[in-house]
């Protein structure tokens, strides 16, 4: 597989607080594996010809959803039913190496998918990332969860940048070589949202949600100085993005930016994390169902997602979004 290459970049290699782990508990470190079919599985058919999964149906392109049983002969596959948020709590995980990272994608084929990038002090399975992947299931579009080698390893300490973006950049290829590349967006947290930024452009994505954007770590250096600004990450994305960020968040607010396609949305009350306090009056939760909702909405926005997609039942999947939203 061709690794991505990537230019280096200065800053400090971890971008949570001792809360953000607690916050983003990853919730399993195991994943399984599923049947891929034999020729015997597919009557009257060729065994198709894919990289490293399972089957697939016309123009190669998924015909069944992850951990289901291959289609009867005569199956209309192109009409085959699309994941659904059921889906992303029931289908079976298959983790693809990356480049000594580890990369979920559910469903394992697909048009449209967003690449999931994790923070520094926490995985892929969060309470946040796990809202997220249930709106955008519920529009059809495939998620990969990418686990960076550090974790996989079982160490804390983050790989240096130019390590986590090459790797970002081989998941991407490595989705894209499962069945026909559809559009692609990108959605980090925190230190996953600066890799996001960095490499945007080199993998085509349509578009980046950040959520929680470290602008500035909190605190001084030993000169008693600011600590560097990633502002040049923000503003170098070249392609449009959405910062979700709490109104709390030590590592400072990011501003919108009409002519860089750059678009800010605040939660009330919430941290780096979107942790709430209780003299904010929200309910327990409240903030990240508020960012991964509003998240979904430029997701699939960015994605072409049709509308009806997004709304199968008459109403948005994602909601209305808060009117404190800065907008160009």
């Known amino acids: 597989m061709m690794r991505g290459t990537s230019h280096t970049r200065s800053g400090s290699l971890t971008d949570s607080t ?32 894919v990289p490293s999964g399972g089957p697939v149906g016309p123009a190669g392109l998924a015909s069944s959803r992850v951990g289901a049983a291959p289609p009867e002969p005569g199956t209309d596959t192109a009409t085959a039913d699309t994941a659904t948020a059921d889906d992303v709590a029931t289908a079976v995980d298959v983790a693809t190496a990356v480049d000594g990272g580890r990369l979920r994608l559910v469903p394992r084929f697909g048009g449209s998918t967003v690449l999931f990038l994790h923070g520094a002090g926490s995985g892929v399975d969060t309470p946040l990332f796990d809202a997220l992947a249930a709106e955008l299931a519920a529009a059809g579009v495939r998620v990969g969860r990418l686990e960076m080698p550090y974790r996989v390893a079982g160490r804390r300490a983050p790989d240096r940048p130019v390590r986590l973006d090459a790797v970002a950049i081989a998941a991407v290829e ?6 026909p590349a559809g559009p692609l967006a990108l959605a980090g947290v ?15 994505a349509r578009g ?20 560097a600004s990633r502002q040049d990450e923000l503003d170098g994305a070249g392609v449009p993005v959405l910062v979700v960020q709490g109104d709390r968040d030590p590592f400072g607010l990011p501003s919108p930016d009409p002519a860089r396609g750059r678009r800010v949305h605040l939660v009330a009350g919430g941290d780096h994390s979107f942790r709430t306090r209780v003299r904010d009056g929200r309910p ?5 169902t508020e960012a991964a909702q509003v998240g979904a909405r430029f997701l699939l926005g960015v994605l072409g997602v049709p509308d009806e997609a997004r709304d199968r039942d008459g109403e948005s999947a994602v909601g209305r979004e808060s009117a404190r939203e800065k907008t160009s």
């Open 18 to 49: 001792l809360g953000h782990a607690d916050s983003f508990p990853a919730v399993s470190e195991q994943c399984t594996t599923t049947h891929i079919p034999s020729s015997s599985d597919w009557p009257d058919q060729a065994t198709p010809s």
């Open 174 to 179: 490595t989705a894209a070589a499962l069945g």
């Open 190 to 204: 925190s230190m996953g949202s600066r890799v996001a930024m960095r490499v945007a452009t080199r993998v085509d």
């Open 208 to 227: 980046v949600l950040a959520l929680g954007f470290p602008l500035r770590p909190p605190g001084t250096t030993a000169a008693g100085r600011p600590k």
């Open 284 to 288: 327990a939760g409240a903030a990240v």
